[in-house]
Each structure stands twice: as C-alpha cells, then as structure tokens.
C-alpha cells in the first residue's frame, strides 16, 4: 500500500535542509547565463565591460554578490553533509551536520557582507 505525503515530515530538519540544498542548486544554475554575459562584456571592449563595472557598484548589485555567496556556502555545505552522510560511518539524520552547514553559510555570507563595507 503506497503512502500519501505526510506533511509532518516537512516540519523535520533534515526536509529543510534537502529544500536549501535543491533550491540553492537551482539558482545557481539560474545564475550561470548572467554569469557567462558579464565574463562576455570583457570581449565586447573596453567600454562595455567598463560600463558593465559602473552597473557592478550599485546597491542592488551588491545585494546580489552577497545572495551569491550565501547561495554558494549553503550549496556546497549541504553536498558536504549528503556526502558525510552516505559515505560516513552509521547512517541516519546529523542534526549537527545541518547546524554546521547553517553555521557556514551565514559565516561565510557575514564575512563578505563585512568586505563589502569596509
């Protein structure tokens, strides 16, 4: 007998953990093509790319380098964890593992909010 979705188990940290994991993924593949046309700028001439540099200190901007890089931490923590996971000894849920990939995320989106100000 096949089972319905239970939504107690979208309460559990680890279903959480899987969301952040999937959707960082997501918008880092979604970034790639912006990516790909900013590094593009730089064949297109010196102006471009020097106007494209202008457009890069704006607020906005600023916000999405740092979106970027929590994105990334989160991303690459939470593969950490899945690889801890399916190649560590035991098997089972690592609360401390989540905590830990929270931890880096928002260190390393802390420490490049603080470069961005100083």
């Known amino acids: ?3 319905r979705n239970d939504f107690r188990a979208r309460n559990h940290p680890a279903y959480w953990a899987f969301l952040v994991q999937r959707w960082s993924g997501i918008a880092l593949a979604a970034f790639l093509p912006v ?6 700028q730089a064949l ?5 790319l020097d106007g494209f540099l202008r457009f890069t200190e704006a607020p906005l901007f600023k916000l999405a380098e740092w979106t970027l890089v929590v994105l990334l ?3 690459m923590m939470g593969g950490a964890r899945l ?5 560590g000894e035991g098997s089972g849920l690592r609360k401390n593992w989540i905590a830990g990939t929270l931890g880096f995320a928002a260190a390393a989106g802390l420490a490049f909010a603080l470069a961005l100000v100083a």
Do not use: K, P, Q, T
């Not at 690889?83 to 190649?87: G, K, Q, W």
């Open 35 to 40: 990516h790909f046309w900013a590094l593009g």
């Open 44 to 48: 297109a001439g010196e102006a471009a």
């Open 73 to 75: 931490a989160s991303h």
């Open 1 to 3: 007998m096949m089972r």
């Open 83 to 87: 690889l801890l996971i399916e190649f």
